[in-house]
């Protein structure tokens, strides 16, 4: 795909995540001031979800067409281009290899868990 696709993409997702969340916000702003979260086109287009939607647009628009944003991601993404991926081979090995450091790491810290409780326990029970 070309930069400029990739950094439309961006703005588009990054705009409904921004969306969501501020609607989320606002729904909960709301409750807290015991304002009634009206329906405008029913039940799922609410007054939270609109004023979220408003919001995130208008601070899409604006960091989109804001020449210092837009070229940042397009440096981004010119750089992740650039980027030496691993192959799926490499990749399963070191997952292989943090689960199974995360297993043993999680192993001994468990024992010395159990160990430093017991002896809590027991320096507690006999001092």
């Known amino acids: 795909m070309r930069q400029k696709t990739w950094v439309a993409l961006f703005f588009i997702v990054a705009g409904l995540i921004i969306a969501f969340v501020l609607s989320l916000a ?13 329906e405008i086109l029913g039940e799922r287009v609410t007054l939270t979800r609109v004023l979220g939607l408003l919001i995130a647009a208008l601070a899409t628009v604006g960091c989109a067409m804001w020449p210092k944003t837009k070229d940042f991601v397009g440096h981004v993404i010119d750089e992740l281009y650039k980027v ?27 024992a010395f868990d159990i160990s430093f409780g017991w002896a809590s326990t027991w320096l507690g029970e006999h001092l």
């Open 26 to 38: 606002f729904q909960s702003l709301f409750a807290a001031l015991r304002v009634t979260d009206s």
């Open 84 to 110: 030496n991926w691993p192959s799926w081979e490499e990749t399963k090995i070191n997952t292989a290899v943090v689960i199974v450091t995360s297993v043993i790491s999680a192993i001994i810290l468990g």
